[in-house]
């Protein structure tokens, strides 16, 4: 966790992003075929939103270098120096039942682990319910976002963000933040990253629509489960076990008078 010198000019011409340097090598069949790129946006997710109701076509991807309305989940802010970061949103169109939404996050995040591991080596992991974690520290987030018409989920979008090439230093310290140049030692190319992630999310994007729920895949890449967890959540605060997930991914934790409790939404604290 030494410190790194920061310099992106070697790297600078693999990294600068543009819909040419995306497309050129991507192995998609349809995730982010058709593409908006930003160098500086409000908020992809709400852009991709707009797009979404104008009727784009699933898999449509709004990328930017920076945000200056960056979200997560409740309000809250996601912060990324210009350039430093992936923040890029994806309109699915999924033939399911709203309740399942989360599958698709715990794919992408998924899909997200496993191109951060296959280019880097490091032991990436998620933490319920949508966080990218390296070593202990949050380096990604995802936040999903759905509008639906009764049961039926008309468009779901997936925005995430990810520290690519970051001082973990730029960040607030309470955030307990890293990033992957940060953990490894060296800058990564953010287009080939963002190439390998989207052809992973949308390889089990695929196989979901064969069949596949990605749930006991996700259990078992949660650094969560079986440990003492507090829990923040609308309706309180519980302190358990984090003991395992249910299908449709809420959390089950025993409590310390041993009774288990489920959530659905909420946050780990420490
Ligand atoms: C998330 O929310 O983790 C989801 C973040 C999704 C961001 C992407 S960027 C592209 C797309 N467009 C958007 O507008 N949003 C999506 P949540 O679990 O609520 O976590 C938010 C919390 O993470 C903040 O309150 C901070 O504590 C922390 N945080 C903010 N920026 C961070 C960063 N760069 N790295 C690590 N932690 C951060």
């Known amino acids: 966790n030494g410190i790194i010198s920061f310099s992106m000019s070697e790297n600078h011409a693999l990294d600068h992003l543009s ?27 709400t852009v991709a939103r707009s797009l979404a109701i104008e009727g784009a076509a699933e ?9 200056t309305m960056g979200r997560g989940r409740l309000g809250r802010q996601w912060l ?13 169109r999924p033939d399911f039942e709203a309740a399942r939404v989360q599958g698709l996050t715990m794919l992408c995040a998924l899909g997200i682990r496993q191109a951060i591991r296959e280019l880097t ?24 976002e759905t509008s639906s018409i009764g ?22 310290v309470e955030f307990n933040a890293t990033s992957i140049s940060q953990e490894l030692g060296r800058t990564v ?24 729920w990605p749930v006991a895949e ?15 959540t609308h309706h309180g605060t519980w302190q358990g076990i984090a003991e395992a997930v249910d299908n449709d991914g809420a959390l089950l934790v025993r ?16």
């Open 80 to 92: 990324a120096p210009s350039g430093t970061s992936l923040l890029f949103s994806i309109i699915f």
């Open 121 to 144: 080596g490091l032991p990436a992991q998620l933490k319920w319910p949508n966080d990218i974690m390296l070593h202990g520290r949050k380096t990604g987030g995802i936040l999903t």
């Open 59 to 67: 898999g449509t991807m709004v990328i930017a270098d920076e945000q």
């Open 19 to 45: 819909p040419q340097a995306i497309l050129s090598g991507l192995r998609t069949q349809f995730i982010a075929r058709q593409l908006v790129y930003y160098p500086i946006i409000g908020s992809t997710n």
């Open 218 to 232: 996700w259990a078992e890449a949660l650094e969560t489960l079986g440990r003492k967890v507090k829990l923040r």
């Open 189 to 212: 190319s953010r287009i080939t990253l963002l190439q390998q992630i989207l052809l992973h999310i949308e390889e089990r994007y695929l196989a979901l629509r064969a069949g596949y």
């Open 151 to 172: 049961q039926r989920l008309d468009y779901i979008i997936v925005g995430i963000g990810l520290n690519v090439n970051l001082p973990a230093n730029l960040l607030p």
């Open 255 to 270: 409590l310390d008078n041993g009774q288990i409790r489920k959530i659905w939404e909420g946050d780990i604290v420490p």
